[in-house]
T-cell receptor, first 112, second 110 residues
Framework: DAGITQSPRYKITETGRQVTLMCHQTWSHSYMFWYRQDLGHGLRLIYYSAAADITDKGEVPDGYVVSRSKTENFPLTLESATRSQTSVYFC???????????FGSGTQLSVL | RKEVEQDPGPFNVPEGATVAFNCTYSNSASQSFFWYRQDCRKEPKLLMSVYSSGNEDGRFTAQLNRASQYISLLIRDSKLSDSATYLCVVNTGGGNKLTFGTGTQLKVEL
């Protein structure tokens, strides 16, 4: 499913820096999601979007900002990275909530 | 209470065994339910959707119990290749969110 891509695959940054994780899908799916995965917590929803210019907070939104100016892009920004934001980040999209979620390959982020 | 909860396991079962996982959800208005499989923290992949009447796909059977607000996944004749983490997914919070459970780890052994 090469239609959804995340970049970068790996990122190392320092505490306090701003970092943007990119997510791009080619299907014009309405719904897009950002999850983070940490040991013992499974995938936790950070932000989601039902359409362009519509975004909502998920379970763990603090310290993150998203935008959705175009349907195909859903970037996630860490405004001032903290060590607790070290995680694997997954972006996903779907056309309808009762259909399959398509995932990007993930971004492994380390904040030193 | 978490919106979606699963027993984290691990479930260690011998090859050929039958194993079942449950996943409870808190929002009675939830309409969409899924089971995903994840290997070694790679991206999750859809195993099956869960329909109201229950559904089967080969060795896998999924069921929905709306009264008790849980979904289940039954795996028959377990294979070594079934070893993975199984994640339930439910739409929550007014319908536009898809929330994952923490996942149940399955290890199938010889």
């Amino acid at each position: 499913d090469a239609g959804i891509t995340q970049s970068p695959r790996y990122k190392i940054t320092e505490t306090g820096r701003q970092v943007t994780l990119m997510c791009h899908q080619t299907w014009s799916h309405s719904y897009m999601f950002w999850y983070r995965q940490d040991l013992g917590h499974g995938l936790r929803l950070i932000y989601y979007s039902a359409a362009a210019d519509i975004t909502d907070k998920g379970e763990v939104p603090d310290g993150y900002v998203v935008s959705r100016s175009k349907t195909e892009n859903f970037p996630l920004t860490l405004e001032s990275a903290t060590r607790s934001q070290t995680s694997v980040y997954f972006c996903a999209s779907t056309a309808h909530l009762n259909e399959k979620l398509f995932f990007g390959s993930g971004t492994q982020l380390s904040v030193l | 209470r978490k919106e979606v909860e699963q027993d984290p396991g691990p479930f260690n079962v011998p090859e050929g065994a039958t194993v079942a996982f449950n996943c409870t959800y808190s929002n009675s208005a939830s309409q969409s339910f899924f089971w995903y499989r994840q290997d070694c923290r790679k991206e999750p992949k859809l195993l099956m959707s869960v329909y109201s009447s229950g559904n089967e796909d080969g060795r896998f059977t999924a069921q929905l119990n709306r009264a008790s607000q849980y979904i289940s996944l039954l795996i028959r004749d377990s294979k070594l290749s079934d070893s993975a983490t199984y994640l339930c997914v439910v739409n929550t919070g007014g319908g536009n969110k898809l929330t994952f459970g923490t996942g149940t780890q399955l290890k199938v052994e010889l």
